[in-house]
């Protein structure tokens, strides 16, 4: 039977390559909810191709124009805006499925109604996890739905993982480490004195994938490396020193886990988003992606390094959150989304990126995190001390 999916962010880069890989299998997928931010035109070509049951908008003039725009075309699709609205595309839409590909903060809400609610979750947005990684967690395990991660590398891992691992994290079943590569993003070997120049274009070029703008500028920084480590902690299980970080250039192992053998299983694959989506939509079978076979012959080698901390202060900023546990990974990842749009949309120099995170890190107390209210107040005064400090720059 068709599986029902709802898509929060269908019209970003992981929306549209969710739609892409959900159009080649129209006998598998039936998309009943579309969302997106701001982005009307697109949403509304994506309602006419898949006719969701519910579309929602942040703002209610944009989806005003959308309603219209859908009611001269025939179409029965309901309009809603706003945060609740993302909400009741997870609950009233009767998805099976959600792909959580929402950008940042706003994602959290609505991810985690299908987290409780028992769905398959397949979750792109990290900063969810980062900034509430115990309660959705909990939700996921209250809600009893299954987990699918789609960021690439954390998608390779559950590949390389044992079958049983993800119903009992806490047998090690011979695991030891993971290790999450990283391509060192556009800046990997650009004059540390030059990083000063650096524009928001520069930065959203990245060498080997194509993404939205604040995941791009956090991979120039490498604070997509470190979010993504917090974001392998809460998803795996596994105590903080056996998560590591693999600089690998050419993006073709995703990433790896390390067994007590001597093994280490990898997965590989183009640098194509399509392939995590088709795994985790069709899992535990497999689908066509649309993908092209990776051709070994014609990669001329694969080379591996340690990261430069120096080069990457984002990096250590993320590690020395994610150990001080509690609320620093939701001040780090606030200070972070705040500085990053400063950068894309403010003037905000490239190098006080990670003086911003650190400035609001080190001025924020961190306490437990043990519920939404704390994790959404602890999230509001870091944004406020964040834009208070680069007024004050
Ligand atoms: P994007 O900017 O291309 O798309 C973001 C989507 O969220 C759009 O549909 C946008 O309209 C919507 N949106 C943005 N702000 C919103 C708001 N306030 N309220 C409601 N909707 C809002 O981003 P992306 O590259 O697709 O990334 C999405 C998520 O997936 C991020 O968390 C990112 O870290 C993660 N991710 C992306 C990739 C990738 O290759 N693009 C890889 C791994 C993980
Ligand atoms: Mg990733």
């Keep these: 039977m068709s599986k029902r999916l709802a898509i929060l962010g269908s019209t970003g880069s992981i929306g549209v390559n969710t739609l892409d890989v959900v159009r080649a299998h129209p006998d598998r997928y039936t998309v009943v909810a579309l969302t997106a ?15 969701p049951a519910i579309a929602v908008l942040s703002e209610s003039a944009d989806a005003a124009q959308l309603e219209s725009f859908l009611r001269a075309r025939g179409s029965q699709t309901q309009v809603l805006y706003g945060p609740d609205a993302l909400v009741t595309a997870v609950t009233e839409s009767g998805c099976d499925m959600v792909m959580a590909a929402i950008v940042g903060a706003a994602g959290l809400m609505p991810a985690l109604a299908a987290a409780k609610s028992g769905k398959r979750v397949l979750l792109a947005n990290k900063e969810a996890l980062v900034m509430s990684g115990a309660l959705f967690m909990q939700a996921m395990k209250a809600g009893g739905g299954e987990l699918l991660p789609i960021d690439s590398e954390h998608n390779a891992i559950f590949q390389c993982l044992p079958n049983q691992f993800a119903k009992s994290p806490q047998a090690s079943l011979g695991v030891e480490e993971l290790w999450l590569t990283a391509s060192g993003g556009p800046f990997r070997n650009t004059p540390i004195d030059q990083l000063d120049q650096i524009t928001p274009e520069q930065a959203c070029a990245h060498p080997n994938w194509v993404m939205g703008r604040k995941i791009s500028v956090d991979s120039a920084t490498m604070m997509n490396k470190g979010l993504e480590v917090i974001e392998a902690f809460w998803l795996f299980g596994l105590p903080l020193e056996k998560i590591k ?7 073709v192992i995703h990433s790896m ?7 280490v299983l990898a997965q590989l694959g183009q640098p194509d988003m399509r392939t995590p989506i088709a795994y985790g939509l069709a899992w535990p079978d497999r689908i066509d992606a649309g993908v092209a076979p990776l051709n070994l012959t014609q990669l001329a080698h694969l080379s591996f390094a340690e990261p430069d901390l120096e080069r990457f202060p984002c990096l250590s900023l993320a590690f020395a959150a994610a150990k001080a546990g509690g609320t620093a990974p939701t001040v780090l990842n606030a200070a972070n989304e705040i500085a990053v749009a400063a950068f894309l949309d403010a003037g905000l120099p490239y190098l006080k990126i990670p003086q911003v995170v650190e400035e609001v890190l080190s001025a924020m107390a961190v306490v437990g995190a043990d519920s939404l209210e704390t994790t ?3 999230d509001a005064q870091a944004r406020k001390a964040a834009q208070e400090y680069i007024h004050s720059l």
């Design 245 to 251: 970080v693999l600089i690998h250039p050419q993006s």
């Design 257 to 263: 886990v390390r067994y007590r053998d001597g093994s």
């Design 376 to 378: 959404l107040s602890v």
């Design 37 to 51: 931010g701001k982005q009307v035109d697109r949403l509304a070509e994506q309602c006419i191709e898949f006719k």
